[in-house]
């Protein structure tokens, strides 16, 4: 009884284990995306064949961040998730963005029949870059408390990429900054780069404030630019 | 003994065995699990996060908008998508700034290990409030919205 049990345990670990090697084919797991500076919706085809001579039957396929979906379509049209050998299918992922620019990993996961672990097996990654037309060349300033008032520059610069000039139409001071930075904008190049001089009126405390640069783009992402500002505790 | 009276055993065994394991065990835990020796550089268990600290942290919400059915009431929100503005706000930054001036350790998390906002909102959070110190005071949260649900205590705080 027990050598029985025993052949049984190691045909089903056999099958197991060609079960477990049977995957769809991709032409590849990570696909890299540069889009259009507006660009709202962006979409990923991920495409695929069961080049296996078994039948493989997705069980499910979600994207885990709610700024993708994930969509299955077939080129023979079938409303099915069960691929015979050699049939294909396209996973398209679908991302939003909002007023996101840069670059941005996000995964689709498909868990089919043959998978036995937690997760699933199949991670396809979308890697999406949104062009950055508009930047300071720093995200923040800093003084130390008790440091000399001396002034710190930088500045913002239109991407060559851009096709239109982008100008700097507005700018103000938050949380109270004016009290403890002074700031003064110069245009280098009309609508392609400016140079800002930042000078702290005090350090006798720390302090954060922000200067928020307001652009004429008509794209929602680019219309405006921020440099944070500090006055910071001297390091122990 | 006919193949019947074999499969009567084996079952027998089998429901000894999970009747055993929950005498033992208790029920079934559905909390997310999390190994310290698998974590990656700056992740941080929930456990140790409201154990070992007290949960006296400052939470960063990444999840984006849809996903916030519930909330922690006093976790700072910064979606993936709109970073750069929501860190522009008053009360966020202000906090952030406060809490890195104090060594008050921060908290991010979205709403899976896999949606990658966590990271990336922390990153953004680095590149304007922290330079090249104190970045270790700046975490996110293994397993994500995901974790904290399945564990209960900061629901409804």
Not at chain 2, 11 to 28: D, F, K, R, S
Request: some cysteine; proline content about 3%; aromatic content about 10%.
């Amino acid at each position: 009884m027990f050598r029985k049990l025993l052949e049984i345990l190691m045909i089903y670990s056999l099958c197991s284990a060609v079960a477990m090697s049977a995957e769809f084919t991709f032409d590849t797991k990570l696909k890299e995306v540069t889009t259009r500076p507006d660009v709202e919706l962006v979409r990923v085809p991920f495409e695929f064949q069961n080049n296996t001579d078994e039948e493989i039957t997705i069980v499910n396929y979600d994207a885990p961040c709610s700024c993708m979906e994930a969509r299955m379509v077939r080129p023979d049209k079938k409303n099915s998730l069960v691929f015979a050998p050699g049939e294909k299918g396209t996973v398209i992922g679908m991302l939003e963005f909002g007023t996101f620019k840069g670059t941005i990993d996000k995964v689709i996961k498909i868990r089919t029949d043959k998978d036995k672990g937690e997760e699933p097996s199949i991670v396809l990654t979308c890697r999406v870059t949104i062009p950055v037309l508009i930047a300071t060349s720093q995200e923040s300033l800093r003084w130390k408390m008790r440091d000399k008032l001396e002034p710190k520059v930088f500045s913002i610069k239109v991407a060559d990429e851009s096709e239109t000039p982008i100008n700097i139409v507005e700018h103000k001071h938050g949380f109270g900054a004016s009290d403890v930075f002074d700031y003064k904008i110069e245009t280098v190049k009309e609508g392609r780069e400016y140079k800002v001089t930042v000078t702290p009126l005090k350090t006798t405390e720390p302090t954060m404030a922000y200067v928020k640069f307001y652009t004429d783009s008509k794209i929602p992402r680019y219309k405006m630019v921020q440099i944070f500002l500090f006055v910071e505790h001297a390091k122990k | 003994m006919s193949w019947i009276k074999q499969s009567l055993v084996f079952a027998g065994i089998a429901v000894l065995c999970a009747l055993g394991t929950y005498l033992v065990h208790g029920e079934y835990d559905r909390r997310v699990p999390c190994v310290q020796s698998e974590l990656e550089k700056y992740e941080v268990c929930l456990t140790t996060v409201l154990d070992e600290w007290g949960g006296n942290v400052v939470w960063v919400d990444a999840r984006a908008d849809e996903e916030k059915k519930v909330k922690i009431e006093s976790a700072l929100e910064i979606s993936e998508a709109s970073a750069d503005e929501d860190l522009g706000k008053g009360e966020v930054a202000m906090t952030l700034f406060n809490a890195k001036g104090k060594g008050k350790k921060i908290v991010v998390f979205c709403q899976t290990d896999s949606c990658g906002s966590s990271k990336y909102v922390r990153d953004k959070i680095i590149g304007i409030f922290f330079s090249e110190e104190n970045q270790d005071t700046l975490l996110y949260l293994h397993g994500g919205w995901k974790a904290i649900e399945s564990d209960g205590r900061l629901l409804g705080k």
